[in-house]
């Protein structure tokens, strides 16, 4: 994975000790897990299938010796060092009967096929030689005897391979428990610093990227991730140690039976490749898709009155469905790919392997040295080996994704941002100067030309023109939105780019034309939950605006609660509340871009009434359509295509009776509605 692994690795390593435990008791689940099929092989071939050993007689009775007609007799790997013993015997199976071999021949009689006839027994080799023997059919009670010195061992082991679970079973739930909280919090981690590092990227990054974009990849894009921590790391991890620790075992049991899950290695190799090469395509395709879906609906949502107003119902509908539809057939594509390259098909390379080894085995190809015990174990092996490949074949879609999505969550996080500046700036007077700025957003397709102009602390400059004259960009760079590419603009004589931004911000308050309200309430709409704010200065905010009153009389007065935008409040409240805001924050330097565009007349004359107190000592900006509203401004400055075209109060530009004089008279003679088209 490169580059992205790599910082998902660093991510990792934030909470390296709970991983580090999980997978450590990962390993060893699997270990005593694996433990299992050795103990199973034990009780086969020693407890049940050991019963077919030699007996000898003996003279000393014990837990470990059998009765039979009169006589006591000890098995073969129960005899100890000096013991005496009389006439060996055996205990034969043919079919489902069991029968008694006594004598010195019963000590050598060779594997093969068995009949019985009568009292004789015949065993054929592979080589087709015969050898006959007289025996006696032993009664199901005769049996038992010579099972029961082999119960408390079976018992003792079936006890062992329980609790052998068991522990096996409390290891696996504290690694998932301690995985997947790890995970969770990785992922919480990187949601924090994706939605930070949103507040450090400059506004023009936004201007660019849908907002549905921006919530896709700060949501559904480390959801996926999560996924690589909780299911991919623990099945890839357990899956190497799975097979790591099986052909080990295998290779303990028996080196032969080992060497048909070797080639097991690289096919998962090759299968990972094929695979992991369509899969990235086609998760590019899927995580884009559901990123343009999500800034589709956002911006379907924001302007659902638009839409209905103007009956743009069904075209939406069909964009939405063409997006959609394209999802759906990579989502099919995806499909099909796991499809075939899902557990069936290890199912159908394990049955392959399973057949081979039985057949081999049926036709004694693979020595005496495979017994059933033993073949029994490998097949539980193979069972245990192609769990982990199932559990790593059905995670390469999930590694995938979460590939697709980490790349896409880093890219976000690779966007040069601004530090955020810690600190307090000490409150600045407000002289503004712009020195020949020119500036444009796009190569040389310049917004702004020589642009020189000074406003003192207190002054009130207004700025008018038409839409594109370059009047709100004026504005973005002094916010520092955007940054001068020719010129200076300097604050009591010092360049905004010598000051942090969030600093030079501190003093300075902005109330837009469509002015934004977060969920809350109206006091907490004013204050932005600024502890610094008092809710004196809230109340004395609305006061100065002359909102109070009017808020004061909702039932909640100004705990009122605010939706979203504030959508159940008026524009005049909006935009009321809107400029309470900038005044709490007692700015040296205030902005108004077109912030009596919305407002009715009754609240217009409020908050003109206002702005003459507050004014004061303030710098104040006014980006304003109807030019009534800045006849009181001290400078007026009228842009044309990016340029000052005049400049000077209102009696001075009436007088020259140049743009403004003509603007002015439109919109007082009665023809509102054309002078805004020609002046927006």
């Known amino acids: 994975m490169g580059t992205t692994g790599k ?11 709970p991983i580090i435990l999980a997978l450590l008791l990962l390993a060893l689940a699997v270990c005593v897990e694996l433990v299992g099929p050795f103990i199973a092989k034990r009780m086969i071939d020693q407890n049940i299938l050991g019963i077919e050993k030699v007996w000898y007689e003996t003279q000393n009775a014990d837990s470990k010796t059998a009765e039979y007609n009169g ?51 015949t065993v054929t080799e592979q080589n087709g030689q015969t050898h006959p023997y007289e025996v006696v059919q032993l009664s199901r009670q005769e049996v038992f005897r010579f099972y029961k010195p082999e119960i408390p061992g079976l018992l003792t082991l ?34 924090e610093d994706v939605f930070a590092h949103t507040q450090r990227l400059p506004v023009q990054y936004f201007d660019n990227l849908p907002a549905g974009k921006v919530v896709s990849r700060i949501t559904n894009d480390t959801e996926a991730v999560r996924e690589l921590f909780v299911a991919v790391l623990a099945n890839f991890f357990s899956g190497i ?11 303990l049991l028996s080196p032969k039976l080992a060497l048909f899950a070797v080639p097991l290695i690289p ?69 099909s790919l796991n499809s075939i390259t899902s557990h069936n098909l290890v199912n159908v390379v394990r049955n392959i392997i399973f057949i081979a080894v039985i057949w081999l085995f049926w036709g004694d190809w693979l020595g005496t040295v495979v017994t059933v015990g033993v073949l029994y174990a490998f097949v539980d092996y193979m069972n245990r080996m192609f769990q982990p490949i199932v559990g790593i074949v059905n995670q390469l879609s999930n590694l995938e994704t979460a590939r697709v999505s980490a790349e896409r969550v880093f890219k976000l996080l690779d966007e040069p941002g601004i530090d955020v500046a810690t ?24 917004v702004l030309k020589n642009i020189t102009f000074e406003a003192r602390q207190g002054e009130t400059v207004a700025l008018v023109g038409h839409t594109g004259s370059g009047k709100s960009s004026i504005l973005n760079l002094l916010f520092r939105f955007y940054d001068v590419e020719q010129g200076t603009i300097t604050i009591d004589g010092t360049d905004v780019r010598d000051v942090p931004k969030q600093l030079l911000r501190q003093h300075m308050g902005i109330v837009l034309q469509d002015p934004f309200l977060f969920t809350g309430t109206i006091a907490s709409n004013v204050s932005l939950d600024n502890p610094a704010i008092s809710r004196d200065q809230v109340e004395k905010a609305l006061r100065d605006v002359g909102a109070y009153d009017m808020f004061a009389s909702l039932p909640g007065g100004i705990d009122e609660p605010v939706i979203e935008k504030g959508a159940t409040l008026s524009a005049g409240q909006r935009q009321l509340i809107s400029f309470a805001r900038a005044l709490a924050y007692d700015p040296a330097i205030l902005i108004l871009d077109e912030a009596t565009a919305s407002i009715d007349t009754e609240t217009e004359a409020i908050i003109q009434a206002a702005l003459d107190v507050l004014k004061k000592g303030r710098t104040t900006f006014v980006i304003a359509h109807r030019l009534s509203t800045i006849r009181a401004a001290d400078q007026i400055l009228v842009l044309d295509h990016g340029e000052i075209v005049e400049r000077g109060n209102h009696e001075t530009l009436m007088e020259l009776k140049g743009k403004y004089y003509a603007m002015y008279q439109l919109q007082q003679g009665g023809a509102g509605a054309d002078a805004s088209v020609l002046t927006a």
Not at 7 to 17: D, E, G, N, P, V
Not at 423 to 446: C, I, M, P
């Open 158 to 191: 079936a006890a062992a391979y329980f609790g052998l679970l068991l522990l096996s079973a409390v290891f696996t739930y504290f690694q998932r428990l301690l995985l997947q909280t790890s995970a969770n919090r990785i992922v919480q981690r990187m949601r």
């Open 71 to 121: 006589k006591t007799y000890k098995r073969e790997d129960h005899i100890s060092a000096g013991e005496s013993t009389g006439q060996p015997a055996r205990v034969l199976q043919a079919g489902r009967g069991y029968y008694w071999l006594e004598g010195s021949e019963a000590a050598n009689v060779p594997d093969g096929s068995r009949t019985v006839s009568g009292s004789t027994m």
């Open 241 to 251: 140690i799975y097979m790591a620790a099986i052909l080990g075992a295998l290779f």
């Open 423 to 446: 600190g307090k700036l000490d409150r600045y007077k407000g002289d503004v100067s712009f020195r020949n700025v020119t500036f444009a957003y796009k190569n040389d397709d310049y």
């Open 7 to 17: 910082r998902l690795f660093q991510y990792a390593m934030i909470y390296k000790k």
């Open 267 to 335: 096919i998962l190799i090759v299968w990972i490749i094929v695979y992991r090469r369509f899969a990235g395509r086609y998760n590019d395709v899927i995580r884009t898709k559901v990123s343009d879906i999500n800034a589709m609906i956002n911006e379907s949502i924001n302007g659902m009155p638009i839409i209905q107003a103007f009956r743009r119902q069904k075209q939406t509908m069909e964009e939405f469905d063409e997006h959609n539809e394209e999802l759906y057939t990579y989502q099919n594509k995806m499909l």
